[in-house]
C-alpha cells in the first residue's frame, strides 16, 4: 500500500514552454501532498505544501507563478513549469501524506520527475 | 528554521561491514523518517520513527528526541545497500519538512 506514482519520468522542452508534472496516490487519499526540487548531489528542498481544495503554501524564495500546483482531488495533484528555463533544469518529486490534513502521518514519494530545458 | 545535519556525509564500506549513520536536528520535532535514495532517484521508506527503537530486518533505527538525534544502523552491509540515506523531520506549527543533508554510502565487494 501508499503508492505514489509521477507521470511524466523525463521530459525535456524547449526554453519558454511549459511542462506539467502528475503526481498521484494510487491507493490512498492523500490531503496534503508535498513538491520537492532536488538538484545533483544536493539534499530534497521543499517547494511547496499542496493541500486538496485550497491554495497552495510555497516556501520562501519558490515563485508561485512560475511553479503552479494545483490539488484539484484526493488523489492528484499537478506541477506545472511555466516559461520554462534552462535553469529549472532539476529532478522535481512530489510526496503523499497518509491521513488526514494536520496530522504527523509518513510521507510516501513518488519516483520523482527529471526535467531537462534546453 | 530547523536545521538538520546527517554525519558522516560519505561512507565506503567493504560488504559484510557493519554502519551507523547520524541525523542531528536542531529543534524539536513532530516526527522523523530515514529514506534510501536509490541511484535512480527514488526515495524508499525505511522507518517513521518520531521516537524510540524501530528494526526491518537488517537496518535498525532509534531516535532519541530529547536529545534531538537519530541514528540509522546497517548490519552486514550488502551492495544494494549503496545509495544516498536521508533523514527527514516535521517540525514546527506549519508542519514544515526539511530533510537532512545525506549520507552517501558506498559498499563495495
Not at chain 1, 510555497?58 to 492528484?76: C, M, P, R, W
Not at chain 2, 534510501?36 to 528494526?55: A, C, E, R, V
Not at chain 2, 514544515?96 to 558506498?106: E, I
Request: charged share 15%; aromatic share 12%.
Amino acid at each position: 500500500g501508499a503508492v505514489v506514482s509521477q507521470h511524466p519520468s523525463w521530459v525535456i522542452c524547449k526554453s519558454g514552454t511549459s511542462v506539467k508534472i502528475e503526481c498521484r496516490s494510487l491507493d490512498f487519499q492523500a490531503t496534503t501532498m508535498f513538491w520537492y526540487r532536488q538538484f545533483p548531489k544536493q539534499s530534497l528542498m521543499l517547494m511547496a505544501t499542496s493541500n486538496e481544495g485550497s491554495k497552495a503554501t510555497y516556501e520562501q524564495g519558490v515563485e508561485k507563478d512560475k511553479f503552479l500546483i494545483n490539488h484539484a482531488s484526493l488523489t492528484l495533484s499537478t506541477l506545472t513549469v511555466t516559461s520554462a528555463h534552462p535553469e529549472d533544469s532539476s529532478f522535481y518529486i512530489c510526496s503523499a501524506r497518509v491521513g488526514l490534513a494536520g496530522a504527523y502521518n509518513e510521507q510516501f514519494f513518488g519516483p520523482g520527475t527529471r526535467l531537462t530545458v534546453l | 528554521g530547523i536545521q538538520v545535519e546527517q554525519s558522516p556525509p560519505d561512507l565506503i564500506l567493504q560488504e559484510g561491514a557493519n554502519s551507523t549513520l547520524r541525523c542531528n536536528f536542531s529543534d524539536s520535532v513532530n516526527n522523523l523518517q530515514w529514506f534510501h535514495q536509490n541511484p535512480w532517484g527514488q526515495l524508499i521508506n525505511l522507518f517513521y520513527i518520531p521516537s524510540g527503537t524501530k528494526q526491518n530486518g537488517r537496518l535498525s533505527a532509534t531516535t532519541v528526541a530529547t536529545e534531538r538525534y537519530s541514528l540509522l544502523y546497517i548490519s552486514s552491509s550488502q551492495t544494494t545497500d549503496s545509495g544516498v540515506y536521508f533523514c527527514a523531520v516535521l517540525s514546527g506549527g506549519y508542519q514544515k519538512v526539511t530533510f537532512g543533508t545525506g549520507t552517501k554510502l558506498q559498499v563495495i565487494p
